[in-house]
């Protein structure tokens, strides 16, 4: 039993590479999808204004993602981490996601914005029907995901094939 | 001792930077390398607490693979509300919050929405009940009265075991294993035509005999057998799904079963958040206990359930469900027991509906109420009443109240002996439930759940003198009253430690004047048990979970024992993975049950292939 302790002691002081988790995963696709969209050029208000990423509802992810945007710019701009509260506005962002915690306000959330150019992720099973743009799924230990292409259209956001032809599913426009 | 405890501080230190390195790495991938990433299912614990107003754990397959599980019972192990009891080679005794017996009637199972028992005894025969465990998606185990959504005889949980899709295991998978007391061989195939999504899998097992305490051979030997299919195909809204078992065992004591099931199943998506299931299924199970009786049972069910889309402040759930037995049993009389009459047909149909109401943002009442009609006792109505309030995003308190029913079985109104005989006037086991839950994750890898119950029994089934003969009758009531408790807790990316503990009291009274001829043979308790498992990744091939548990002791002189068992697992190459299971390694032999064997220290090696 000693013996086994001793063993133990020494793994414990080295970390292993081992399988990363969902959230983790979540995040950086995230991040990732950001150089594949486009946004209006009003969305922004100078050419190096920062785009921003509103989180609410998901405290793992947004944890992720202050690892990830620090020193890292998408289309030239520096990338803002806004922790989003309960009944707080949508305006200003560019990127919202919905975490799992706040599933339910996906669709409070789509309609007070509705015409706003803002890339709304969500990882809850039929978020699309919702008015969420984007939607994570995992399916067999993987992360992936789904586009309603035509609510991303509604919301002049463009995104680039590329994005859409790894995708799990695309909403076409007009559907 | 201290020596782990500085490693563990040292490496505590190490870890924030560590976390931090891993992120930013993730986000360098491309997005088609992020797709192709498999995410630790340890993750299944880290995420936003669940909203179930209930005590549930779930056994992910993951957890089911790394614990070396042989069988449904050992997976069912790692659920810590689950009192697990192996008795011999192949019978086991399963149950939740106390009234433990080797026919555990007051537990609901179900294996891909069908219902896993025998009418005859209201419980299940868990020598008979397998799955191919590597294509096992999660089981869920609920202890409690299990909400509106489930049935009569859920009185003390439900075990909820759900496969995979067929699009989630295609490919080809071989498995073998061999060990002291135990051989094992199994495949499956899954491939896409058509937009069909199938998979096909058959797998056998010789188990040999084990011995009593005293060395006695049980003589209980056995061979099982079981394939299946299962195919999937998805149009616009509407998912099905056709899956169908056929399985054959032999137990050198005495005992030869079979069955075969089909069942179907549509889920029809309705938009905004609504859907409508259906599900049909047939069964056919025979079962021969060698000149003691003969049983050939069909069973016919049909259910729905409608979830309506959310209407203001309230999300409704209404379904029925119909189902048929034919039971038909040959008597043998020189076993001196029969039941009378062997020709039975029976009925159980069932009605619910449940409304969760939003009160708040963060407080949901769910009202539910179910009407379960069956051919002894006609109409239960039970009702339940829960409340779930998320106080903080990581905070969670949950408050139930139940009414759960124990309809009875063949065996306690038609089943006679010289001695004791079913009676005709048997009537439900009342349950009245009351539970209170707390849930949290105080800290990003830290999540537990700790859950308060109190069931008051009426009408407990009794075999009481005076009168003479003995029959069965509802004379006693009580109480049991306890805490379970479970915890999890990840802090490494390669280690995880899982730890839970029940405690149970039990108070049943008989009425003054009569002798209560069955005492212990309704329910075998012990005081307390808890759980322990320790798993840990060591570099990127190799696996190793440590489970240690610990039962109290049983009331008919089982003495309270404590078990480690291991498991090596080393993936040779990318889809080959040799594992090393050692049971009992700290024994040199206990017993889980009375009367049972002697569960000696045993290996067991499996090779699995993946294609």
Same mark, same amino acid.
């Given at each position: 039993?000693?013996?086994?302790?001793?063993?133990?002691?020494?793994?414990?002081?080295?970390?292993?590479?081992?399988?990363?988790?969902?959230?983790?995963?979540?995040?950086?696709?995230?991040?990732?999808?950001?150089?594949?969209?486009?946004?209006?050029?009003?969305?922004?208000?100078?050419?190096?204004?920062?785009?921003?990423?509103?989180?609410?509802? !998901? %405290?793992?992810?947004?944890?992720?993602?202050?690892?990830?945007? $620090? +020193?890292?710019?998408?289309? #030239?701009?520096? =990338?803002?981490?806004?922790?989003?509260?309960?009944?707080?506005?949508?305006?200003?962002?560019?990127?919202?996601?919905?975490?799992?915690?706040?599933?339910?306000?996906?669709?409070?959330?789509?309609?007070? !914005? %509705?015409?706003?150019?803002?890339?709304?992720?969500?990882?809850? $099973? +039929?978020?699309?029907?919702? #008015?969420?743009? =984007?939607?994570?799924?995992?399916?067999?230990?993987?992360?992936?995901?789904?586009?309603?292409?035509?609510?991303?259209?509604?919301?002049?956001?463009?995104?680039?094939?590329?994005?859409?032809?790894?995708?799990?599913?695309?909403?076409?426009?007009?559907? | 001792?201290?020596?782990?405890?500085?490693?563990?501080?040292?490496?505590?230190?190490?870890?924030?930077?560590?976390?931090?390195?891993?992120?930013?790495?993730?986000?360098?991938?491309?997005?088609?390398?992020?797709?192709?990433?498999?995410?630790?299912?340890?993750?299944?614990?880290?995420?936003?607490?669940?909203?179930?107003?209930?005590?549930?754990?779930?056994?992910?397959?993951?957890?089911?693979?790394?614990?070396?599980?042989?069988?449904?019972?050992?997976?069912?192990?790692?659920?810590?509300?689950?009192?697990?009891?192996?008795?011999?080679?192949?019978?086991?005794?399963?149950?939740?919050?106390?009234?433990?017996?080797?026919?555990?009637?007051?537990?609901?199972?179900?294996?891909?929405?069908?219902?896993?028992?025998?009418?005859?005894?209201?419980?299940?025969?868990?020598?008979?009940?397998?799955?191919?465990?590597?294509?096992?998606?999660?089981?869920?185990?609920?202890?409690?009265?299990?909400?509106?959504?489930?049935?009569?005889?859920?009185?003390?949980?439900?075990?909820?075991?759900?496969?995979?899709?067929?699009?989630?295991?295609?490919?080809?998978?071989?498995?073998?294993?061999?060990?002291?007391?135990?051989?094992?061989?199994?495949?499956?195939?899954?491939?896409?035509?058509?937009?069909?999504?199938?998979?096909?899998?058959?797998?056998?097992?010789?188990?040999?005999?084990?011995?009593?305490?005293?060395?006695?051979?049980?003589?209980?030997?056995?061979?099982?057998?079981?394939?299946?299919?299962?195919?999937?195909?998805?149009?616009?809204?509407?998912?099905?799904?056709?899956?169908?078992?056929?399985?054959?065992?032999?137990?050198?004591?005495?005992?030869?079963?079979?069955?075969?099931?089909?069942?179907?199943?549509?889920?029809?998506?309705?938009?905004?958040?609504?859907?409508?299931?259906?599900?049909?299924?047939?069964?056919?199970?025979?079962?021969?206990?060698?000149?003691?009786?003969?049983?050939?049972?069909?069973?016919?069910?049909?259910?729905?359930?409608?979830?309506?889309?959310?209407?203001?402040?309230?999300?409704?759930?209404?379904?029925?469900?119909?189902?048929?037995?034919?039971?038909?049993?040959?008597?043998?009389?020189?076993?001196?027991?029969?039941?009378?009459?062997?020709?039975?047909?029976?009925?159980?149909?069932?009605?619910?509906?449940?409304?969760?109401?939003?009160?708040?943002?963060?407080?949901?009442?769910?009202?539910?109420?179910?009407?379960?009609?069956?051919?002894?006792?006609?109409?239960?109505?039970?009702?339940?009443?829960?409340?779930?309030?998320?106080?903080?995003?990581?905070?969670?308190?949950?408050?139930?109240?139940?009414?759960?029913?124990?309809?009875?079985?063949?065996?306690?109104?038609?089943?006679?002996?010289?001695?004791?005989?079913?009676?005709?006037?048997?009537?439900?086991?009342?349950?009245?439930?009351?539970?209170?839950?707390?849930?949290?994750?105080?800290?990003?890898?830290?999540?537990?759940?700790?859950?308060?119950?109190?069931?008051?029994?009426?009408?407990?089934?009794?075999?009481?003198?005076?009168?003479?003969?003995?029959?069965?009758?509802?004379?006693?009531?009580?109480?049991?009253?306890?805490?379970?408790?479970?915890?999890?807790?990840?802090?490494?990316?390669?280690?995880?430690?899982?730890?839970?503990?029940?405690?149970?009291?039990?108070?049943?009274?008989?009425?003054?004047?009569?002798?209560?001829?069955?005492?212990?043979?309704?329910?075998?308790?012990?005081?307390?048990?808890?759980?322990?498992?320790?798993?840990?990744?060591?570099?990127?091939?190799?696996?190793?979970?440590?489970?240690?548990?610990?039962?109290?002791?049983?009331?008919?002189?089982?003495?309270?024992?404590?078990?480690?068992?291991?498991?090596?697992?080393?993936?040779?190459?990318?889809?080959?993975?040799?594992?090393?299971?050692?049971?009992?390694?700290?024994?040199?032999?206990?017993?889980?049950?009375?009367?049972?064997?002697?569960?000696?220290?045993?290996?067991?090696?499996?090779?699995?292939?993946?294609?």
């Amino acid at each position: 039993m000693r013996a086994l302790l001793a063993t133990l002691c020494l793994l414990l002081a080295c970390p292993a590479a081992a399988q990363p988790l969902e959230h983790e995963v979540k995040a950086a696709f995230l991040f990732r999808f950001l150089p594949y969209v486009e946004w209006p050029q009003q969305s922004f208000e100078a050419p190096g204004a920062p785009l921003t990423i509103g989180v609410l509802g !998901a %405290p793992h992810i947004e944890d992720e993602l202050r690892h990830i945007i $620090p +020193g890292r710019t998408v289309h #030239g701009r520096p =990338v803002v981490l806004r922790q989003l509260k309960e009944g707080e506005s949508a305006r200003g962002l560019h990127v919202l996601f919905v975490g799992r915690a706040a599933s339910e306000r996906v669709r409070a959330v789509t309609r007070l !914005a %509705p015409w706003q150019p803002l890339l709304v992720v969500s990882e809850s $099973p +039929g978020a699309l029907e919702q #008015g969420a743009v =984007v939607n994570f799924l995992v399916a067999d230990g993987r992360v992936g995901f789904e586009i309603a292409l035509d609510e991303a259209e509604r919301r002049a956001l463009r995104i680039s094939s590329r994005m859409l032809g790894v995708a799990v599913r695309v909403r076409p426009p007009n559907s | 001792m201290r020596r782990t405890l500085c490693a563990l501080a040292a490496a505590a230190c190490a870890g924030a930077a560590h976390a931090a390195t891993l992120a930013a790495n993730l986000a360098d991938l491309s997005l088609e390398q992020l797709s192709n990433i498999v995410v630790s299912t340890v993750s299944g614990r880290e995420e936003p607490l669940s909203s179930a107003p209930a005590s549930i754990y779930v056994i992910t397959g993951n957890d089911i693979r790394r614990s070396g599980a042989l069988s449904l019972p050992e997976a069912l192990r790692l659920a810590p509300n689950l009192q697990v009891a192996r008795v011999d080679a192949n019978q086991w005794a399963i149950s939740a919050r106390g009234f433990n017996n080797v026919l555990a009637n007051r537990l609901l199972i179900l294996i891909d929405g069908r219902t896993v028992y025998t009418p005859l005894f209201a419980g299940t025969f868990w020598e008979a009940q397998d799955v191919l465990l590597e294509d096992v998606e999660r089981i869920e185990v609920i202890s409690g009265p299990g909400a509106t959504l489930w049935g009569a005889n859920a009185v003390n949980g439900v075990i909820n075991v759900i496969t995979k899709s067929a699009a989630a295991t295609q490919g080809a998978l071989v498995s073998l294993g061999a060990g002291d007391d135990q051989r094992d061989i199994a495949a499956r195939y899954g491939g896409e035509a058509g937009g069909i999504h199938y998979r096909v899998y058959a797998k056998a097992r010789d188990r040999d005999g084990l011995r009593l305490p005293g060395g006695a051979s049980i003589a209980d030997a056995s061979r099982f057998a079981q394939g299946g299919f299962r195919a999937d195909w998805q149009r616009s809204g509407d998912a099905f799904t056709l899956q169908a078992d056929l399985h054959d065992g032999d137990i050198d004591a005495g005992r030869d079963f079979a069955a075969a099931n089909v069942l179907g199943r549509w889920t029809r998506a309705l938009g905004e958040g609504a859907s409508l299931r259906t599900q049909a299924y047939f069964e056919r199970t025979t079962r021969d206990h060698h000149r003691t009786f003969r049983e050939t049972l069909d069973t016919y069910d049909l259910d729905l359930q409608h979830n309506l889309r959310r209407m203001g402040r309230h999300r409704l759930v209404w379904g029925f469900g119909l189902r048929y037995y034919r039971d038909r049993v040959q008597n043998f009389p020189e076993a001196g027991l029969a039941f009378l009459p062997a020709h039975r047909d029976l009925e159980r149909h069932h009605l619910f509906v449940q409304d969760e109401i939003a009160l708040t943002p963060t407080l949901d009442l769910t009202l539910g109420a179910k009407l379960e009609s069956n051919s002894y006792t006609g109409t239960e109505f039970l009702p339940n009443v829960r409340l779930a309030w998320r106080a903080t995003p990581t905070q969670f308190f949950w408050g139930a109240l139940s009414r759960a029913v124990r309809a009875p079985s063949r065996i306690d109104r038609e089943f006679f002996t010289p001695a004791v005989a079913g009676g005709p006037a048997f009537r439900s086991e009342v349950s009245d439930v009351l539970e209170i839950g707390y849930r949290a994750q105080p800290a990003p890898r830290l999540s537990l759940s700790v859950t308060g119950f109190l069931h008051e029994h009426e009408r407990l089934a009794s075999v009481l003198v005076p009168p003479v003969p003995a029959t069965f009758t509802n004379q006693r009531d009580g109480r049991t009253s306890g805490v379970e408790a479970w915890a999890s807790w990840r802090p490494r990316d390669w280690a995880r430690f899982d730890a839970g503990i029940v405690r149970l009291h039990q108070a049943l009274r008989i009425p003054p004047g009569t002798v209560d001829l069955a005492a212990g043979l309704f329910e075998r308790d012990p005081r307390q048990w808890w759980k322990l498992r320790a798993a840990f990744d060591l570099g990127e091939r190799t696996d190793l979970d440590v489970m240690v548990r610990h039962y109290g002791a049983l009331p008919n002189n089982v003495p309270d024992y404590t078990a480690l068992d291991l498991r090596l697992g080393w993936r040779a190459m990318r889809n080959v993975e040799l594992s090393l299971l050692v049971q009992n390694l700290l024994d040199r032999g206990h017993v889980e049950w009375s009367p049972g064997a002697e569960l000696e220290r045993t290996a067991y090696i499996k090779l699995r292939i993946d294609l």
